[in-house]
């Protein structure tokens, strides 16, 4: 198994530009979800999906969308990318309600 | 929702020490209480969890405490090694019914282990 897995690694944009950030996984998880990672500040949740077809915001999900039409892939797609989205961010998966798997993350910088 | 406070936020012990990191949440909700270790450049990695109807786990060299009545879980490392040296993170989540809840994460500390 691959695990998850996230495309790109890094990627830099300019202001407004949009783009998607891949996340796929192997392991017919049922729960995946998105975080951004800023320093000092953790991870923070922008959206979940609970199977396909189901999402949900998470802390901060303005700026972002989300859509799972299938269990391995949950894109996450930036609409007119600003300064303030510059950060890592990681896709993450679970087959429980518990332990949540990360990927190796995509560092994003938006000029 | 829910809160949750991780301090120290840096800590720096001698190899062979032990070394604290303490959390507190503030929805009593929560009954899923994972540490994650994140190395610089790499991804968090699961290291460590405990679910609300226990008061303690170990594993090997890590141990987990979590006080329900007082809302704190509490990571301990004893004989510290160069390579603990690392992020740690708590979290937590309330995993009940039929969601599978949001994991809510602490700021993060900076554990330096020196040789």
């Known amino acids: 198994n691959a695990g998850v897995t996230q495309t790109p690694k890094f990627q830099v944009l300019k202001t407004g530009q949009s783009m998607t950030l891949q996340c796929a996984q192997d392991?017919?998880?049922?729960?995946m979800s998105w975080y951004r990672q800023d320093p000092g500040m953790g991870l923070r949740l922008i959206h979940y999906?609970?199977?396909?077809?189901?999402?949900d915001q998470g802390e901060v999900p303005n700026g972002y969308n989300v859509s799972r039409s299938t269990t391995e892939d949950f894109p996450l797609r930036l609409l007119s990318a600003a300064p303030s989205q510059t950060s890592v961010y990681f896709c993450?998966?679970?087959?429980?309600?518990?332990?949540?798997?990360f990927g190796p993350g995509t560092r994003l910088t938006v000029t | 929702g829910e809160n949750v406070e991780q301090h120290p936020s840096t800590l720096s012990v001698q190899e062979g020490d032990s070394a604290v990191i303490k959390c507190t949440y503030s929805d009593s909700a929560s009954n899923y209480f994972p540490w994650y270790k994140q190395e610089l450049g790499k991804r968090p990695q699961l290291i460590i969890d405990i679910r609300s109807n226990v008061g303690e786990k170990k594993d090997q060299r890590i141990a987990v405490t979590l006080n329900k009545t007082a809302k704190h879980f509490s990571l301990h490392i004893t004989e510290t090694q160069p390579e603990d040296s690392a992020v740690y993170f708590c979290?937590?989540?309330?995993?009940?019914?039929?969601?599978?809840?949001?994991?809510?994460f602490g700021q993060g500390t900076i554990l330096t282990v020196h040789p």
């Open positions: 979290a937590a989540k309330d995993a009940g019914g039929t969601s599978y809840g949001k994991l809510t």
């Open positions: 999906s609970v199977g396909a077809g189901i999402t």
């Open positions: 392991m017919n998880h049922e729960y």
């Open positions: 993450a998966s679970s087959t429980t309600r518990y332990e949540q798997y």
